[in-house]
C-alpha cells in the first residue's frame, strides 16, 4: 500500500519503511509525527481525495534535523570587471522515516501532526486571548466617554482644551464648575467655570 501526501507545498508518494527528507518540521528527533494532507491511497483498493482523502494519515518518525547540499548562486555580469557574487545556501531539512499508512481513523489515532517550521497554524489559538483582552480593555474607557460632557460647547474651549482638561480629570460640566481655579494645575478660566456651572444645571 502507498499514500501520496503532501507537506511544505511538495507531493511525496510514500510507503511503509521509506526515508525521506522534507522541507523543515517543528519536531525533535525520535518523535512521532502524523501527515493528514494524503491526495491519494493507493493499493488495492485506490482512493483519490477530492482533493485530500478524508480520514486518512500518514505516521512517521522524526530521524534527523539536517541540512540540503550547499547550492552555489554566482553571478557575473558582461563587461563590468568588478560586478560579480557568490552567495552560497544549504537549506534546512527534516529527515523522516515512514512507519504506518492510516486509511481511516486518524482523528483518533492522537498523534501529533506534521507542521512546518514557519507554520502559522497554532498562533490563532494562541493569540486569541490577547486580542479578547484588548476587546475588553477599552470598555471601561468607553463608559466613560458616554458618561463625560462635551466641554467644547463652553465659549473658548477647544478639542486641545478639552482634552487637557480630560487628562486632568474634567469631563463633565458639574467637575468644571466645581474647580478651584488657582489650585488647578490645568489652565482655566473663570468664564470657563461660569459657563460650566449654567450648563451642569
Do not use: C
Amino acid at each position: 500500500m502507498f499514500a501520496v501526501l503532501k507537506t511544505g507545498g511538495k507531493q511525496y508518494k510514500v510507503q511503509a519503511g521509506d526515508i525521506l527528507r522534507v522541507e523543515k518540521l517543528a519536531a525533535d528527533a525520535g518523535e512521532t509525527i502524523q501527515f493528514n494532507e494524503i491526495l491519494m491511497l493507493g493499493g488495492d483498493n485506490m482512493v483519490v481525495g477530492a482533493p485530500l482523502v478524508d480520514d486518512a494519515a500518514v505516521q512517521a518518525e522524526v530521524v534527523d534535523q539536517i541540512k540540503g547540499e550547499k547550492l552555489i548562486h554566482f553571478v557575473k555580469r558582461r563587461r563590468k570587471h568588478s560586478s560579480k557574487r557568490t552567495k552560497g545556501h544549504r537549506q534546512k531539512l527534516t529527515l523522516i522515516k515512514i512507519t504506518d499508512i492510516l486509511a481511516s481513523g486518524a482523528g483518533k489515532s492522537g498523534v501529533k501532526a506534521a507542521i512546518g517550521s514557519g507554520s502559522v497554524a497554532a498562533a490563532p489559538a494562541a493569540a486569541a486571548k490577547p486580542a479578547a483582552k484588548k476587546a475588553a480593555a477599552p470598555a471601561a474607557p468607553a463608559a466613560a466617554e458616554a458618561a463625560a460632557d462635551d466641554l467644547t460647547q463652553i465659549t473658548g474651549v477647544g478639542p486641545a482644551a478639552a482634552k487637557k482638561l480630560a487628562e486632568a480629570g474634567i469631563t463633565t460640566f458639574a467637575q468644571l464648575a466645581a474647580v478651584d481655579v488657582d489650585a488647578v494645575d490645568v489652565k482655566v478660566k473663570p468664564e470657563w467655570v461660569e459657563q460650566a456651572a449654567e450648563l451642569a444645571k
